[in-house]
């Protein structure tokens, strides 16, 4: 069978390496001139030879699809901490704030969660006002709903957050970066870079798509794009209203990413810890370079959901040494600054899924679902997994589409 992959993020190239192993025919159509999609990894731009996770920063204790596909491909992931979830580091009012205050903090909404729990639908702003949640309790839970799931309080499940009081587990990065992921599956695979798909026509027994400058036939397609993106793909016969009206319902987290690299090595790596959050710019704050080699730290943020701002500048930039001089207690060198708005980048628009209420059940059903046993769907967004899709929810999509294509021979 010869099956068109859209796409070369992870969930594509998952998709098209199985489909490969299985004996397929397999093409991937990308539009950038690099593979990996939000998995970027950033050489030769910052000091001591550091590299930076400009895309998804970590995989998490219990994601065993993209752990173990990091172990089929021969990577090597390392435990890089998690924030503390009952007395992680806070800078407030310009203020470290000590660790009673701290765990006063996630004390209070432990025990709000159980006492008045959220119901059905409601967002975290909605509940923090119902429970009367206190000033810092508030800029806790505005700080770490842009971690995850990278959101203003009004479009974070309240629910759902709960679990991120309670993780406390390992996350885990890939030695040498993150993209390695791509980059490794993509080296057995017939990647096409510089190819933006602008239709797919499935009218027929087989499939014909369309780039800028190419046209393939097919007996299969797979669309692993962002999903603001899938519903603007000309698609003939049209993608079908259920489908549109559930892709254009599902809620994202936007962001834009930046990092930071300091001299000041040991000093920053303390205050930071396995991560902090302030009620500043940035929201919060960890550490990329824990597993590196040099004298300079760097470390990263997402100013995401309404605090992110127009343009990425040097006032942004200073913002990070205002607060990380605070933070440390003592004036820190700044070395390098990477930075990428994932809102307004073209090919993604988003930095990952964040469904509200029961839009897992109720609306990702019709974005998987397939088109006439000829075009499937991938992506992080598709997937249904509790909480924002992220690396996990790529790589189980890119499996369950692989899956959906054997069944379709």
């Given at each position: ?8 993020g ?6 098209a390496?199985r489909?490969?192993?299985s004996g397929?025919?397999?093409?991937v159509l ?5 593979v990996g999609?939000r998995?970027?990894?950033?050489h030769?731009?910052?000091?001591a030879?550091?590299f930076?996770e ?9 994601h065993?699809?993209?752990l ?5 491909l ?7 901490g998690?924030?503390d ?6 800078l ?11 765990r ?15 119901e059905?639908?409601e967002?975290?702003e909605a509940?923090?006002s119902r ?9 806790f839970l ?11 309080l ?5 629910a759902e957050?709960?679990r ?5 587990s390992?996350s885990?990065r890939?030695?040498g970066g ?7 599956l993509?080296?057995?695979l017939?990647i ?6 602008r239709?797919?026509?499935w009218s027929?027994?087989g499939?014909?798509?369309e ?10 397609v797979?669309?692993?794009?962002p ?7 000309g ?5 079908p ?7 254009s ?13 300091y001299?000041?090595?040991d ?16 929201p919060?704050?960890?550490?990329q370079?824990?597993h ?5 730290v760097?470390?990263?943020?997402l ?12 006032s942004?930039f200073a ?7 605070a ?7 700044r070395?390098g600054q990477l930075?990428h708005s994932?809102t ?9 899924r964040?469904?509200l209420?029961?839009?897992?059940t ?9 088109l ?8 992080e ?6 909480g924002?899709?992220g690396?996990?929810g ?6 369950r ?9």
């Amino acid at each position: 069978m010869r099956v068109v992959v859209v796409g070369a993020g992870l969930s594509g190239l998952v998709a098209a390496s199985r489909r490969r192993d299985s004996g397929d025919d397999v093409v991937v159509l990308e539009a950038r001139d690099r593979v990996g999609g939000r998995l970027w990894t950033v050489h030769g731009q910052l000091a001591a030879d550091q590299f930076g996770e400009l895309g998804a920063e970590t995989m998490y204790a219990g994601h065993e699809h993209v752990l173990g596909l990091t172990r089929e491909l021969e990577l090597d992931a390392v435990a890089c901490g998690y924030f503390d979830p009952s007395a992680p580091p806070m800078l407030f009012g310009s203020r470290r704030l000590n660790e009673p205050e701290r765990r006063a903090i996630t004390g209070w909404l432990t025990t709000a969660y159980t006492d008045s729990p959220p119901e059905p639908f409601e967002n975290l702003e909605a509940w923090s006002s119902r429970v009367h949640a206190p000033r810092d309790v508030r800029s806790f839970l505005v700080s770490f709903a842009q971690y995850t799931p990278v959101t203003s309080l009004r479009h974070a499940d309240a629910a759902e957050f709960a679990r991120q009081l309670s993780h406390g587990s390992d996350s885990y990065r890939i030695v040498g970066g993150n993209d390695l992921l791509a980059k490794r599956l993509a080296e057995r695979l017939d990647i096409r870079l510089g190819q933006r798909v602008r239709l797919i026509d499935w009218s027929g027994p087989g499939v014909r798509v369309e780039t800028d400058h190419n046209v393939l036939q097919a007996d299969a397609v797979v669309v692993a794009v962002p999903g603001p993106l899938t519903i603007g793909i000309g698609f003939w016969p049209a993608l079908p209203a259920e489908k549109v009206i559930a892709l254009s319902e599902l809620t994202y987290g936007t962001a834009a990413k930046v990092i930071v690299q300091y001299a000041e090595r040991d000093a920053v790596s303390a205050a930071v810890g396995h991560g902090c959050f302030t009620d500043g710019t940035p929201p919060w704050i960890v550490e990329q370079s824990a597993h590196q080699s040099g004298d300079a730290v760097s470390v990263s943020s997402l100013l995401g959901g309404d605090a992110e701002p127009a343009v990425i500048d040097e006032s942004v930039f200073a913002a990070f040494d205002a607060s990380v001089t605070a933070l440390t207690g003592t004036a820190v060198t700044r070395t390098g600054q990477l930075s990428h708005s994932w809102t307004r980048d073209e090919l993604t628009r988003v930095v990952v899924r964040a469904p509200l209420g029961d839009q897992r059940t109720r609306v990702l059903p019709h974005v998987q679902r397939p088109l006439g046993g000829r075009v499937f769907f991938a992506g992080e967004h598709t997937d249904d997994r509790v909480g924002p899709g992220g690396l996990e929810g790529a790589t189980r999509s890119g499996l369950r589409v692989a899956t959906e294509l054997a069944s379709a021979h």
